[in-house]
């Protein structure tokens, strides 16, 4: 069974440039989630999809973040303009359900670096 | 507000000890808590579940225990060896109107000499 997939790997851009990722969930997992991880720290909860709604996007920063989960399938974390506070990982993970007994699966992340 | 707080931040021990990592949480309101491991460059790998009915778990040289009022939880390592060097992140899910929702420790970064 294929894992969640992410792209790009890695990424360097220069502040105020536009930057997407995508995200591939395992098949048939209904539920996604995008975390920020910065090094030395446990990832944070941007966003949090089940199937196309996003249920939770209490942490995502809209001023210059974006997200979508166009069929409840593939999705894409966008930001515009990016700021140098914002080099770190970003994590994608899915899961079949939101329930007490749910495992995430997370993807190898996608590295940004803002310079 | 749930925190989640790892120690130690980092351990190195030599082949074949075992070892103990500890996780506190300030709310026992939690759904579950998971151990999770983070190789170098990749994402994160569920170790062990532990939903908030339950004392334990286990998986081959690895129990986790969960002691929901005093807000702690442990990972016992058993003979531990060089492939388990890796960061170790303790996470409690929150109950309520946030299901689903992840709040993760620093970690602690495992070293295991040869």
């Known amino acids: 069974e294929a894992g969640v997939v992410q792209s790009p790997r890695y990424k360097i851009i220069e502040k105020k440039q536009p930057v997407a990722f995508w995200c591939n969930p395992i098949s048939g997992h209904n539920t996604l989630y995008w975390y920020l991880q910065n090094l030395g720290q446990g990832p944070e909860l941007l966003i949090r999809y089940e199937n196309e709604e996003a249920v939770d996007d209490s942490q995502l920063p809209k001023d210059r973040f974006s997200a979508e989960r166009l069929k409840g399938v593939d999705s894409t974390l966008k930001i515009q303009p990016a700021e140098l506070g914002d080099s770190a990982v970003y994590l994608c993970?899915?899961?079949?359900?939101?329930?007490?007994?749910?495992?995430?699966?997370f993807g190898p992340g996608t590295r940004l670096l803002v310079l | 507000k749930q925190e989640v707080t790892q120690i130690p931040a980092a351990l190195s021990v030599p082949e074949g000890e075992n070892l103990v990592l500890n996780c506190s949480f300030t709310?026992?309101?939690?759904?579950?808590l998971q151990w999770f491991r983070q190789d170098p460059g990749k994402g994160l790998t569920s170790l062990l579940l532990i939903q908030s009915s339950q004392r334990e778990q286990t998986s081959g040289r690895l129990n986790a225990s969960l002691d929901k009022s005093s807000g702690r939880s442990t990972l016992y390592i058993a003979a531990s060896q060089p492939g388990d060097s890796a960061t170790y992140l303790c996470?409690?899910?929150?109950?309520?109107?946030?299901?689903?929702?992840?709040?993760f420790g620093k970690g602690t970064k495992l070293s295991v000499k040869p």
């Open positions: 996470a409690v899910r929150l109950d309520g109107g946030s299901q689903g929702n992840l709040i």
């Open positions: 993970a899915s899961s079949t359900r939101a329930g007490e007994g749910e495992t995430q699966y």
């Open positions: 709310d026992s309101a939690i759904y579950n």
